[in-house]
């Protein structure tokens, strides 16, 4: 909180009569709000002041190196969250700073917004009363809220430059003042509580409905904190807001100005008495009711996840086990009703119970299928309030598949080494393939990080700025790969191409192309124009050229003619084969055993000479499963081969 001489402005206090809550719509409070709340941690509360915020003694988020590693770690969270993360540049005193933007769009009302932030910047002090504080608020509803979709947009905000005059936030509401911003919270200093469970509201006259709407909030899920109307003060973030016209109040904590700590060295993770963890879960409780009543947040009846994701691939008739994760929402979950369902090739669904593993895990056994098989398969659970839930939300109308196949893995590149890619480089300025870690800013359509976040991929001239590809073609390409004898090989890639130039016949693209003799020649197998993100792909192999000895990939990008800004990025290389042969040798009636029946079926396949004067010449099935040594009969040679599938030894 920037610093304020105490001459505060008086709003109206008590009971406001005749108010139409323009902006911020009536909800009351409801038990989806309730059940959102539970999910307040206090651990987690806890770890992002201690492991993400810098706010330990010495450290400094005003001007120190930690500044830049808070609001790096912010960014980090909000993208691990699912938000679309932006970070917005300002200017102030010659230097360029960025207030951290995370965006959960509203999927009925996307343009109206509601906005909850903090300022991550300090008085070049630890900061972790002002601000870390709030930003672990802000951080906490992000990880709650995220995981349900909203009606109405809501951006998570860490704010910079605070200390300085609000800054950052001014220059948020200058760039955005044309949006439909509903209702803005700051949540500036809400960790300090000398035990008296006790929060302000500062909001000016106009304000005010939003005041007493998050005031609702607190009284219903705050858990017993209190609050008063503290008039209106200018000194957070919450202030251009207001001045702009936009609904905006401020909540802080109730001895904000007895805090013995406030703008000193002392104001620090470690400092007795600075940090009272319930009381700043109680805040968030609030905010999080909040923002589910208002911004129309779906909170689930439970959850019903796959933690590890689906199996896409089936290992030929052996169960294959899935991780499930069953947690309450706004209802408890119903010991023992946790199934998978499952089919093979349409027929009759049959359902098995999950097995506990400890805490909210489980783990579904997915039974064996031969390699022509097609399982079908989805999960569901049930709830105390009377609720099915499934997995996929559409079950059985919609259902997970997967290939029953062996999987032979001919190559598997993260580039965190080096695998033998190299890179080919034709009238070309700048641009060229590299491998590392992206240290692109992601202003000109460069990626900022990696796509399977193991650290490097390859992308074109890895540095910030104008660094874009110019001229060319640059091509990236892979080592020879021996697939003769393959059945299907398959491709996976990710890619990244972003060009501004989206003009025929100028318009540039990133070429993905094959070649089956060792280079010299390729077919195509993509032309990509795109604006950037990053695109999984799978390829079947053998629909552009033939399984050689000698296959190699390449991956081109060009501007030429050079007119507009053109960036590239691989990642993930993945090249495999698929086969299944769930034969089982010694396996004659095919029950998925070698017993005392398939002893008596070698026996009646051992004969011999096979000739045509009277002797029975083996079927062809009697081959197929007998035949050990591939000598094309069944003789006694076989016997030994054959006793050590019947006894297991």
Request: charge should be negative.
């Amino acid at each position: 909180m920037m610093n304020v001489i105490r001459r505060l402005h008086n709003g109206v206090l008590g009971a406001v009569v005749g108010f139409v809550l323009v902006g911020v719509h009536p909800a009351p409070a409801s038990e989806l709000g309730q059940a959102a709340a539970e999910q307040v941690s206090q651990d987690i509360y806890d770890e992002f002041l201690d492991l993400w915020l810098y706010t330990h003694v010495g450290d400094d988020r005003g001007y120190g190196p930690e500044h830049d590693l808070a609001r790096d770690n912010i960014a980090f969270l909000f993208e691990s969250y699912g938000l679309d993360v932006t970070l917005e540049p300002f200017s102030y005193s010659s230097s360029t700073y960025y207030n951290v933007v995370g965006t959960m769009l509203g999927t009925v009302y996307p343009d109206q917004v509601y906005i909850v932030g903090a300022h991550f910047d300090s008085v070049s002090n630890p900061g972790a009363d002002d601000n870390g504080s709030g930003c672990g608020l802000v951080l906490e509803a992000a990880r709650i809220l995220t995981q349900y979709p909203s009606d109405y947009t809501i951006r998570f905000i860490a704010f910079d430059r605070e200390e300085q005059g609000l800054i950052g936030s001014s220059a948020y509401v200058d760039a955005h003042s044309s949006d439909d911003i509903l209702g803005m919270i700051s949540a500036d200093m809400v960790a300090y509580d000398p035990d008296t469970n006790h929060a302000r509201i500062y909001s000016s006259t106009s304000s005010q409905p939003l005041m007493f709407a998050l005031g609702a909030a607190i009284d219903e899920y705050g858990d017993g904190l209190t609050w008063e109307d503290s008039g209106y003060i200018g000194a957070s973030n919450h202030a251009p807001f207001d001045s702009a016209g936009f609904l905006a109040v401020l909540l802080i904590e109730g001895e904000v100005w007895s805090n013995p700590f406030y703008h000193t060295p002392q104001d620090s993770y470690e400092q007795p008495g600075n940090l009272n963890f319930p009381y700043a879960v109680k805040m968030v409780r609030s905010v999080v009711g909040f923002l589910v009543d208002h911004a129309g947040v779906q909170v689930a009846a439970m959850f019903l996840e796959l933690p590890d994701g689906v199996p896409w691939r089936l290992d030929p008739l052996e169960p294959t086990s899935i991780t499930v994760r069953i947690a309450d929402g706004a209802e408890s979950y119903v010991p023992g009703s946790g199934l998978i369902h499952y089919r093979f090739d349409g027929g009759t669904w049959l359902s098995d119970p999950v097995t506990p593993l400890g805490g909210d895990l489980y783990e579904a056994i997915l039974p064996g299928a031969d390699c022509d098989a097609t399982p079908e398969f989805y999960f569901s659970a049930e709830g105390d309030g009377g609720s099915t839930i499934y997995n996929p939300e559409n079950a059985p109308s919609e259902v997970y598949t997967a290939v029953v196949a062996t999987l032979t893995m001919h190559l598997e590149d993260d580039f965190e080494a080096d695998q033998g890619w190299t890179v080919e480089n034709i009238d070309l300025s700048t641009g060229a393939w590299e491998r590392g870690i992206p240290a692109g800013d992601g202003e000109r359509g460069d990626p900022t990080s990696d796509f399977d976040a193991s650290g490097q991929c390859y992308l074109t001239e890895n540095a910030p700025g104008n660094s874009d590809v110019d001229g060319g073609p640059t091509r990236l390409i892979s080592p020879t790969l021996n697939l003769s004898g393959t059945s299907d090989p398959v491709l996976r890639y990710a890619r990244w191409f972003s060009c501004d130039d989206d003009l025929a016949p100028a318009q540039d693209f990133l070429e993905v192309e094959v070649s089956d003799d060792g280079g010299a020649s390729w077919n195509l197998i993509e032309s990509v124009a795109g604006m950037g993100g990053w695109v999984e792909r799978t390829i079947h192999l053998a629909d552009y050229v033939s399984p050689t000895d000698q296959v190699r990939v390449r991956f081109s990008a060009m501007d030429n003619p050079n007119n507009s800004v053109t960036e590239a990025a691989i990642d993930a290389i993945q090249l495999y084969d698929l086969s299944c042969d769930t034969s089982n040798p010694g396996d004659y009636d095919e029950d998925g055993d070698v017993d005392l029946n398939d002893y008596a079926e070698f026996h009646a396949c051992l004969s011999g000479p096979w000739q045509s004067d009277g002797f029975i010449t083996p079927s062809q099935d009697c081959l197929d499963v007998f035949d050990f040594d591939v000598d094309a009969d069944v003789d006694l040679e076989d016997f030994g081969a054959f006793q050590e599938v019947f006894t297991g030894e």
